[in-house]
């Protein structure tokens, strides 16, 4: 009697106690492509690392000096033209294909030890090197890993695809998923590892609105009834042959209306050239064969009325986040984790994986002059997408782990 607490119940109140204190995040190092290479992963990559820094963390890039050989990529160039992002700390070091330099880079994060890195996940290419860097990285226990995963299992399968992820699985402590269907994936490989499901955040970052005026003249593109964009670089999986069928429906004709096609192509560009042939769609199709730089993308957003993905499959998509940034209304197919994002009949369509469903909702669209009512919706829906919800999700994940 009075001695106090047994050695157990006092062992017991220090755990409760640590478990309730939240462990600190200052330091943050995120492991993705950025600039100067181009596209969507590293843009995207580049305002998370701002939002982290506007919330008081320390940040550091480590992007890829090599990012693919040459043989492997299928567009023009991996670079981009347009200026860096101002107040970045970007570290080109990472060379996709050498386990040398794998190790180096391993070596330098584990003796930088931040609390936390940050790896994006979009190909299992990139299984072995970011997995074996990770594993050097996390040894001694200082640092934890999250993988923000833009894809699991790709949209394009090759030998090898499961073996990679798997590996790389194994390296990282918890995951963030953009998309339901993401989240699905990912638990085919992990049953514990704790998964976020917090939406891809808009591309705020790519300049301010520019009216239609104001782009068709900077595009020198004519007066229309209306147009419709399709953004991105093209690969089979995102339909862009559905969506020249669906401009081939006479109802869609007789609207007077343009496509607008602006992206590289990644795939043979022939059959799409024949299916605009062969429809006799030459003049309604602007064919815009050329990587957009960013500070150019506001003018093709601003052009359109109605921004189209007709993908074949999907996981999530940056095109959506940019679509809602300018806020333009969309037509989506009920693929992935599209029909996550856009509310049907309020910021445009959700819709069947055929052209006539395409066509049927782009005639709705036009003929029921619903552009005003629809913008307004997108306007208030892309309040569902900041970046402050993103970095609040990362931190909640964290402290799990």
């Known amino acids: 009697m009075g001695r106090g607490k047994s050695r157990h119940q006092r062992e017991g109140s220090q755990s409760e106690f640590s478990i309730l204190q939240p462990k600190t995040l200052d330091r943050v190092i995120l492991l993705s492509p950025a600039h100067p290479l181009r596209g969507g992963i590293a843009s995207s990559t580049?305002?998370?690392?701002?939002?982290?820094?506007?919330?008081?963390?320390?940040?550091?890039?480590?992007?890829?000096?090599l990012q693919y050989p040459s043989f492997l990529f299928p567009g023009k160039t991996q670079y981009s033209d347009s200026p860096a992002p101002e107040g970045l700390d970007i570290v080109a070091i990472v060379n996709s294909i050498n386990p040398f330099n794998w190790w180096k880079v391993g070596k330098r994060l584990r003796s930088e030890a931040p609390d936390l890195i940050i790896t994006r996940y979009w190909l299992p290419f990139m299984g072995p090197c970011l997995g074996t860097i990770l594993r050097f990285a996390r040894r001694g226990g200082r640092t934890k890993v999250i993988a923000i995963t833009d894809n699991a299992i790709p949209h394009e399968h090759r030998p090898g695809d499961r073996l990679f992820t798997r590996y790389f699985i194994g390296a990282v402590d918890g995951f963030v998923a953009m998309s339901r269907s993401v989240e699905a994936?990912?638990?085919?490989?992990?049953?514990?590892?704790?998964?976020?499901?917090?939406?891809?955040?808009?591309?705020?970052?790519?300049?301010?609105?520019?009216?239609?005026?104001?782009?068709?003249?900077?595009?020198?593109?004519?007066?229309?009834?209306?147009?419709l964009l399709f953004f991105g670089f093209i690969r089979a999986y995102k339909g862009l042959g559905l969506l020249l069928e669906a401009m081939a429906d006479e109802r869609v004709r007789r609207l007077g209306l343009r496509l607008i096609v602006a992206g590289e192509f990644y795939d043979d560009e022939a059959p799409y050239r024949k299916l605009i042939r062969d429809n006799g769609l030459e003049g309604q199709v602007i064919l815009k064969n050329a990587y957009i730089p960013n500070e150019e993308v506001r003018y093709y957003f601003g052009a359109a009325s109605l921004a189209v993905q007709p993908y074949l499959s999907a996981t999530q998509s940056g095109i959506s986040q940019l679509a809602y940034h300018?806020?333009?209304?969309?037509?989506?197919?009920?693929?992935?984790?599209?029909?996550?994002?856009?509310?049907?009949?309020?910021?445009?369509?959700?819709?069947?994986?055929?052209?006539?469903?395409?066509?049927?909702?782009?005639?709705?669209?036009?003929?029921?002059?619903r552009e005003s009512d629809m913008v307004a919706g997108v306007r208030e829906g892309k309040k569902r997408f900041s970046w402050s919800n993103m970095v609040e999700g990362i931190k909640t994940l964290y402290q799990k782990l």
Not at 46 to 65: D, H, N, P, T
Not at 187 to 207: E, M
């Open 326 to 369: 300018f806020e333009k209304p969309m037509v989506v197919t009920k693929v992935g984790g599209l029909p996550e994002i856009v509310l049907h009949g309020k910021e445009g369509y959700v819709v069947a994986v055929a052209a006539p469903a395409i066509a049927d909702a782009i005639v709705d669209f036009f003929q029921e002059k």
């Open 46 to 65: 580049e305002r998370l690392a701002q939002e982290l820094q506007q919330q008081g963390l320390s940040v550091r890039i480590y992007s890829f000096s």
């Open 185 to 227: 994936d990912i638990r085919q490989f992990t049953t514990h590892k704790p998964v976020a499901y917090i939406p891809h955040p808009i591309y705020d970052n790519y300049g301010p609105l520019a009216g239609r005026e104001e782009s068709l003249q900077y595009l020198s593109l004519p007066p229309a009834p209306g147009y």
